[in-house]
Every structure is written in structure tokens, then in C-alpha cells.
């Protein structure tokens, strides 16, 4: 599967978790429709929450997130205000029944423990909450402690992904993320000792000054903390969307074919180290349950990657946080400003978005089939969405460059990824994506 294709690998492609994706977003859509979803949802329908931070302590120059430094403590505070505001107004119009709760952020760390305590119980109060729910954070090391670590513990997380990136410490230099080693093996330790037993680990390949010894020393250590599930992504830089990646040495980052190589690179030493691959940049242990769905066809795609969630509906909670709905895709407003003023005027605080159409629904379940499982059968998915089987046949002449090159097979209606075509899984499915064109908004193939 190691073929560098430098005319496919250097193509920017969305990463397709909604389709359609963030690009297809216009204002609109927003609280109206936002409102509506939520209320049409049938009673004890199953739906996940993500809840936004968008504060770092410090900042990191490759972060692409919608994030900013805490700066004054009362900022914080007026923040979680408004998005308790917002909580109890998605609350009281929402018949569903919450099964998982993310964090992401930013840093939910970012919140003091006695904070993130509170708008967890608040979250418990206010929803009808699963009795197995499952609670995840997205957590940066560098402030994390024993007294933390039993905070969220006793807020109910059951996983938690740390942003590790790298181990090398030059490298960590040039992102402005100073987080050694031994830092990082405390607060894997002080996390098992509270209970907390399924840790994730987000790592990076082709970043500034990176190179295969740095990805072979970095998966070393990795190894070595054993974590339930290891995503390793590529480092996507957009200094012209991005100001904070200004910071960051065009001259220092890998050219494609290094890029590639360290993509491939960390790939091999996960599987033979016992990890399954999941999707194109998703690894996980055996016994995890990412990797049984994966195994038994109900792995998910979302905002929050591949995922074994099986939720109807995400709610997005916070500045900038996007619910998934099956007929909606919606965008909370990203101003942190404006999102506390939506937030007071009524709570439902979308911004922008798209209704997904029949058509939109239909192709984004090829995507994720395809993304997920490697393969998917046309003629099935239409006859589930009711839809004419040719409507999709008509696109695989544009399939026929894949088919070329032995990255994938069509058979009838049958359409199979190629091991050789694994890492450009998400450039055949843009084939099914009737918006798309190349566009450099979207991050590198690989």
C-alpha cells in the first residue's frame, strides 16, 4: 500500500466528517432551524452532546482549532454562563436521550476541576441522560494533575484523548508545545489511578523540522504508555486561514514524499506493534470498542473522527460547535462575543449551516460507508435511501482514474478500496461529493 502518487497525495481534500461539509455552511441556516431539529427529534431518540471550550493556557502554532488564550479568569466565567444558558434552553425543547457527552475544545481543561465538575452535573441535570453514558474528554497534559484527574473522575469521563503530537523536544520548540515525556507519563499514571482506563493519544506527522526517527522514537514512546487508541494525523498548514501558524518555518516542514513516508511510517510500526487500523488515520487495540465496530461494519464518521457512537443526532453546545442532525448540519456562531449574545437572546445559538437534502443524505452515506469499511455497495445504500441506483452509477466513470492505478475495484455496483488506494481514501470519496472542486481550504490527501 505504499505507493506515493505525488499527483494525488498532494491534493487538498475535505476530511469529510459531515457531508456536507463546513464549506457548503451559509447563514442561512441558524437558530430557527436549529430550534426545529431538536424539537422534531422523537422522544428517547438517541443523541450525543459535544460541549465547546474554545481556551487554551497557552497556544500552540499548528492548532487549527477555534481556541484562543484564557487571558482574564472573568472571561471564562462569562463564557460558561452563557453556554449554561444555552444548555437549558437545547434542554428543555429536546425529547431525546443523551448516550455520550464530548469535551472538546481548545482545552476543557482550560476550566478550573471545580468548574468542569459543575457543567457536568449541570449537564446530567438538565438532559435525559442514558444510565451507561459515556463521557470523553479532549485534554492537554501540560495542566493536568492527580487532583484533576480525580475531578474527572468523579464527573463520570471514562476516556480521555491527550494531545501528545510529538516527543521530540526541537520539534515541540517550533510548535510552541513544551511537553516532555515525563510529563506525560504522570498524568497517564495519575489517570489510571482514578479510574480512568481508556486513554487516547492524538499524534502528529509532518511538522516543522520532522523526520522518520523522530516518528519511530515518538511511537516508541508511545507504545511504551500503551493507550486504548492512537490518532495520528497529518499536519495540515493554512497560514492564510491560520495567522497563528505564520509562526511556524515554511522552509522546515517535509516536502510530500516525506510527508508520505512518515504517514506510512507510523502506520506500520502501529499494526505490527498489534494496533487495527482504523479508517485512514484512526488505530486501536483489539479489545477496543472503536475497533469491534469496526470489525462488525458500525464504525461512524463525525466531527470527532471515526467513532463507534451510534447517536441519530449530535447537539453541538458552545462557540463554534456543530450539531448533526439528520436533515440539518448547524454551526453555533464562532465570536465568542456574539455567541454569549445569541446565547442570552434565547439560548439556540446557530450561525450558519445547510439542510441536508435526500441527495445530500444519500451521498454522505457512500462517503462515510467507503471511509469507514473500505468498500460499499451502491445498489444497497440507494435502495435503502429510495433512490434511483443510477443517480450514483452515472459518477463512476469518474472512478475510472482509481481504477486505473489498482487503488480500487468496481464490480456491478459494488465499489472496494485497494490496499494501495487506503491512503487516498479520502480523494475517491470526493468522487460521490457533487460540491466539491479542488479548493485550498482543505488540508493535504495525506
Same mark, same amino acid.
Given at each position: 500500500?505504499?505507493?506515493?502518487?505525488?499527483?494525488?497525495?498532494?491534493?487538498?481534500?475535505?476530511?469529510?466528517?459531515?457531508?456536507?461539509?463546513?464549506?457548503?455552511?451559509? %447563514?442561512?441556516?441558524?437558530?430557527?432551524?436549529?430550534? $426545529? *431539529? =431538536?424539537? /422534531? @427529534?422523537?422522544?428517547? &431518540?438517541? !443523541? +450525543? #452532546?459535544?460541549?465547546?471550550?474554545?481556551?487554551?493556557?497557552?497556544?500552540?502554532?499548528?492548532?487549527?482549532?477555534?481556541?484562543?488564550?484564557?487571558?482574564?479568569?472573568?472571561?471564562?466565567?462569562?463564557?460558561?454562563?452563557?453556554?449554561?444558558?444555552?444548555?437549558?434552553?437545547?434542554?428543555?425543547?429536546?425529547?431525546?436521550?443523551?448516550?455520550?457527552?464530548?469535551?472538546?475544545?481548545?482545552?476543557?481543561?482550560?476550566?478550573?476541576?471545580?468548574?468542569?465538575?459543575?457543567?457536568?452535573?449541570?449537564?446530567?441535570?438538565?438532559?435525559?441522560?442514558?444510565?451507561?453514558?459515556?463521557?470523553?474528554?479532549?485534554? %492537554?497534559?501540560?495542566?493536568?494533575?492527580?487532583?484533576? $484527574? *480525580? =475531578?474527572? /473522575? @468523579?464527573?463520570?469521563? &471514562?476516556? !480521555? +484523548? #491527550?494531545?501528545?503530537?510529538?516527543?521530540?523536544?526541537?520539534?515541540?520548540?517550533?510548535?510552541?508545545?513544551?511537553?516532555?515525556?515525563?510529563?506525560?507519563?504522570?498524568?497517564?499514571?495519575?489517570?489510571?489511578?482514578?479510574?480512568?482506563?481508556?486513554?487516547?493519544?492524538?499524534?502528529?506527522?509532518?511538522?516543522?523540522?520532522?523526520?522518520?526517527?523522530?516518528?519511530?522514537?515518538?511511537?516508541?514512546?508511545?507504545?511504551?504508555?500503551?493507550?486504548?487508541?492512537?490518532?495520528?494525523?497529518?499536519?495540515?498548514?493554512?497560514?492564510?486561514?491560520?495567522?497563528?501558524?505564520?509562526?511556524?518555518?515554511?522552509?522546515?516542514?517535509?516536502?510530500?514524499?516525506?510527508?508520505?513516508?512518515?504517514?506510512?511510517?507510523?502506520?506500520?510500526?502501529?499494526?505490527?506493534?498489534?494496533?487495527?487500523?482504523?479508517?485512514?488515520?484512526?488505530?486501536?487495540?483489539?479489545?477496543?470498542?472503536?475497533?469491534?465496530?469496526?470489525?462488525?461494519?458500525?464504525?461512524?464518521?463525525?466531527?470527532?473522527?471515526?467513532?463507534?457512537?451510534?447517536?441519530?443526532?449530535?447537539?453541538?453546545?458552545?462557540?463554534?460547535?456543530?450539531?448533526?442532525?439528520?436533515?440539518?448540519?448547524?454551526?453555533?456562531?464562532?465570536?465568542?462575543?456574539?455567541?454569549?449574545?445569541?446565547?442570552?437572546?434565547?439560548?439556540?445559538?446557530?450561525?450558519?449551516?445547510?439542510?441536508?437534502?435526500?441527495?445530500?443524505?444519500?451521498?454522505?452515506?457512500?462517503?462515510?460507508?467507503?471511509?469507514?469499511?473500505?468498500?460499499?455497495?451502491?445498489?444497497?445504500?440507494?435502495?435503502?435511501?429510495?433512490?434511483?441506483?443510477?443517480?450514483?452509477?452515472?459518477?463512476?466513470?469518474?472512478?475510472?482514474?482509481?481504477?486505473?492505478?489498482?487503488?480500487?475495484?468496481?464490480?456491478?455496483?459494488?465499489?472496494?478500496?485497494?490496499?494501495?488506494?487506503?491512503?487516498?481514501?479520502?480523494?475517491?470519496?470526493?468522487?460521490?461529493?457533487?460540491?466539491?472542486?479542488?479548493?485550498?481550504?482543505?488540508?493535504?490527501?495525506?
Amino acid at each position: 500500500m505504499h505507493q506515493y502518487l505525488p499527483d494525488l497525495a498532494t491534493q487538498t481534500v475535505p476530511r469529510y466528517t459531515s457531508y456536507p461539509t463546513a464549506a457548503e455552511f451559509h %447563514d442561512g441556516v441558524g437558530a430557527i432551524e436549529q430550534h $426545529a *431539529a =431538536a424539537t /422534531a @427529534l422523537a422522544p428517547h &431518540t438517541p !443523541v +450525543s #452532546l459535544y460541549v465547546h471550550i474554545p481556551y487554551c493556557h497557552e497556544i500552540c502554532w499548528y492548532c487549527g482549532c477555534n481556541t484562543g488564550a484564557i487571558g482574564r479568569s472573568d472571561r471564562l466565567a462569562a463564557y460558561l454562563a452563557a453556554l449554561e444558558q444555552e444548555i437549558d434552553a437545547v434542554a428543555a425543547a429536546l425529547r431525546g436521550r443523551v448516550t455520550a457527552i464530548h469535551f472538546g475544545g481548545g482545552s476543557p481543561n482550560a476550566l478550573s476541576s471545580a468548574q468542569f465538575v459543575a457543567l457536568t452535573a449541570r449537564l446530567r441535570m438538565r438532559f435525559d441522560c442514558a444510565e451507561n453514558l459515556e463521557i470523553a474528554a479532549e485534554l %492537554d497534559p501540560r495542566t493536568l494533575n492527580a487532583t484533576y $484527574a *480525580a =475531578a474527572l /473522575a @468523579l464527573s463520570g469521563v &471514562t476516556r !480521555v +484523548s #491527550l494531545g501528545v503530537q510529538t516527543f521530540a523536544p526541537a520539534i515541540q520548540a517550533r510548535i510552541n508545545r513544551h511537553q516532555p515525556l515525563a510529563l506525560v507519563q504522570r498524568v497517564v499514571g495519575e489517570l489510571r489511578a482514578a479510574g480512568i482506563a481508556r486513554i487516547n493519544f492524538d499524534l502528529l506527522y509532518g511538522l516543522p523540522g520532522q523526520d522518520k526517527a523522530d516518528v519511530v522514537e515518538t511511537i516508541a514512546a508511545t507504545l511504551a504508555l500503551a493507550p486504548n487508541r492512537i490518532a495520528l494525523f497529518g499536519y495540515a498548514h493554512m497560514p492564510r486561514l491560520l495567522p497563528r501558524q505564520r509562526m511556524i518555518d515554511n522552509a522546515e516542514l517535509p516536502d510530500g514524499p516525506a510527508r508520505f513516508a512518515q504517514h506510512m511510517l507510523g502506520h506500520d510500526l502501529l499494526v505490527s506493534a498489534g494496533y487495527e487500523a482504523i479508517g485512514f488515520d484512526h488505530f486501536a487495540r483489539p479489545d477496543d470498542s472503536l475497533a469491534r465496530a469496526a470489525a462488525e461494519g458500525r464504525l461512524r464518521r463525525n466531527f470527532q473522527g471515526f467513532t463507534d457512537e451510534s447517536a441519530e443526532a449530535i447537539i453541538g453546545l458552545g462557540a463554534s460547535a456543530i450539531s448533526h442532525y439528520p436533515g440539518l448540519l448547524v454551526q453555533n456562531e464562532k465570536h465568542v462575543g456574539r455567541y454569549r449574545l445569541r446565547a442570552a437572546n434565547g439560548g439556540f445559538s446557530g450561525a450558519r449551516g445547510v439542510v441536508r437534502s435526500a441527495d445530500d443524505r444519500l451521498r454522505g452515506a457512500v462517503i462515510e460507508r467507503l471511509l469507514c469499511d473500505g468498500a460499499v455497495d451502491l445498489g444497497d445504500l440507494a435502495g435503502r435511501y429510495g433512490a434511483p441506483v443510477m443517480a450514483l452509477m452515472e459518477l463512476l466513470p469518474s472512478l475510472a482514474r482509481f481504477v486505473a492505478r489498482d487503488l480500487i475495484a468496481v464490480t456491478n455496483t459494488h465499489v472496494t478500496v485497494l490496499p494501495a488506494g487506503l491512503p487516498y481514501a479520502r480523494l475517491i470519496a470526493a468522487a460521490f461529493d457533487r460540491y466539491r472542486t479542488p479548493a485550498p481550504r482543505f488540508s493535504r490527501a495525506i
